[in-house]
């Protein structure tokens, strides 16, 4: 039985179905005296609902432990609500997808309300949380840039940022429904990683501005070029972010 008050564990089985009868009664007992845990928990309900409904069939697929809506929430837990859902929308995509045996068919899905949003999501899952492993890593042949050119044969030249310190170590192939994206993954000596990430232009072929904006913990730097959109995505308030926001064009 659990303990009282419930722990974030707890609340987490209760939206997820996975408590007993008894202990379900525990936690909505306690949930009807605590009104901001318990309206942190319908937040957590509506996402359920939110993504059963945008993944419909994919939830069909065969069972995976990385999409366990719980595990998906503890890794994400210090992010906003839309992060939640996005995350595990990219997740339950990569598990169904093809190129390079990882896709993420519904990257679009991230990208609508703010200017590459697909390419900070991506760093959070893959630079940050290393969820999955890599499609391509330099150690692999060295050639990294070859391997972009095989699906990006107009798009600019991967940034050289040696200069600060940073080289890539890694690629990730992705898609949209515009076309092939990719992630590259860069390292310092001290393990901090910048991503560079280029995609297709969205719906009705649009091209940005260059820019840069905050969300959270991440700072993306943007820009078009090539008929494709690039981002460069760090932690912010660091030496790396900073670097990248004085650097007037890669």
């Known amino acids: 039985m659990i303990s009282m008050p419930p722990s974030e564990r707890d609340l987490h089985a209760y939206v997820d179905h996975q408590l007993s009868n008894a202990d379900r009664r525990l936690v909505e007992t306690f949930l009807a ?17 939110q993504l059963r409904a945008a993944l419909g069939g994919a939830l069909q697929q065969p069972a995976n432990p990385e999409l366990d809506p719980a595990l998906i929430r503890q890794r994400l837990k210090r992010q ?43 760093y959070r899952l893959f630079a940050q949380q290393g969820m999955l492993p890599a499609d391509y890593k330099v150690s692999d042949d060295g050639d990294i840039q070859g391997w972009l050119d095989r699906y990006f044969t107009q798009a600019h030249r991967l940034p050289d940022l040696a200069g600060a310190g940073f080289k890539p170590v890694s690629g990730r ?63 912010s308030d660091t030496a790396a972010a900073r670097m990248l926001k004085q650097t007037a064009q890669f």
């Open 33 to 49: 005296t605590n009104a901001d845990i318990c309206a942190q928990v319908r937040a957590w309900q509506q996402d359920a609902q």
């Open 80 to 122: 906003s609500r839309r992060h939640l859902a996005s995350a595990a929308v990219l997740l339950i995509a990569v598990s169904a997808g093809g190129i390079s045996g990882w896709q993420a068919r519904e990257m679009t899905l991230l990208s609508t309300q703010a200017p590459m949003a697909d390419a900070m999501q991506a």
């Open 173 to 235: 192939l992705l898609s949209t429904e515009q076309g092939p994206a990719a992630m590259v993954v860069y390292e310092d000596q001290g393990g901090h990683k910048i991503s560079f990430y280029v995609r297709p232009p969205g719906p009705k072929n649009y091209l940005l501005p260059r820019g840069s904006r905050s969300d959270g913990e991440l700072q993306a730097e943007y820009w078009s070029g090539a008929g494709y959109n690039y981002a460069m995505v760090s932690p």
